[in-house]
């Protein structure tokens, strides 16, 4: 079966520094992958995706970038954090030709 | 733009009780509807609808779709504590690139009191 796994769970980091979150998936090839942030415990906003290694598609501008290095394995960026980068971040996977999404724990960031 | 509602923004009940969520959508070329519970950390997915007046049912849990005024019910009867969560609607963008995208409600805050 499919697992998809996020780290770390919380993470509390000063304005300015950098940020990298990882996340990976198990079990599936060649899955469409996708990081969101949530605030406030209200609707996910769609952050980035990706359909394939090294393919990356931008929702939203903003302070923060995304890698895809290897198939399974999807990874969040800043150079400088803001404080407008708290949230929740939500990795998901995505099987082809179906459109449900499955989430990993998330990352709770908060930046001082 | 595709655009999905959901109302009430939060509901609090009692034990027994039985609640109606709703999700109304605005999006070019339909394709399916999606229900998900969040509790503390990830969504969980709850029901993929796609036809028009077909339920589907998990426990206490159903919910419906209805392609012709745009909007979808979710009904969980006799509440018990441990369904307090947010409870999220999402439309997938249809099409090319935007293929697999989710387009999320504001949610909905269940609370259920004992």
């Known amino acids: 079966s499919q697992t998809i796994h996020q780290w770390p769970a919380t993470l509390v980091q000063p304005v300015g520094s950098p940020l990298s979150l990882e996340c990976t998936v198990e079990g599936t090839s060649n899955p469409n992958l996708y990081w969101y942030r949530q605030a406030a415990g209200r609707g996910l906003q769609l952050l980035f995706y990706?359909?394939?290694?090294?393919?990356i598609s931008s929702e939203v501008p903003q302070n923060l970038s995304a890698s895809r290095p290897q198939d399974r394995q999807f990874i969040l960026s800043s150079k400088k954090l803001l404080l407008s980068d708290s949230g929740f971040y939500l990795c998901?996977?995505?099987?082809?030709?179906?459109?449900?999404?499955?989430f990993g724990p998330g990352t709770r960031l908060t930046v001082l | 733009e595709d655009k999905v509602v959901q109302s009430p923004l939060s509901l609090v009940v009692h034990e027994g009780d039985t609640v109606t969520l709703n999700c109304s959508y605005e999006?070019?070329?339909?394709?399916?509807l999606l229900w998900y519970k969040q509790e503390k950390k990830a969504p969980t997915f709850l029901f993929m609808l796609t036809s028009s007046g077909i339920e589907k049912k998990s426990g206490r849990l159903s919910s419906i779709l209805d392609k012709k005024e745009l909007f979808s019910i979710l009904n969980i009867t006799a509440t018990q504590t441990g369904d307090s969560a947010i409870y999220l609607c999402a439309v997938p963008t249809a099409g090319g690139t935007s293929y697999g995208k989710l387009t999320f409600g504001q949610g909905t805050i269940l609370t259920v009191h004992p």
């Open positions: 990706s359909v394939g290694i090294g393919q």
């Open positions: 999006v070019t070329n339909f394709r399916s």
């Open positions: 998901a996977w995505r099987a082809a030709a179906t459109d449900t999404q499955y």
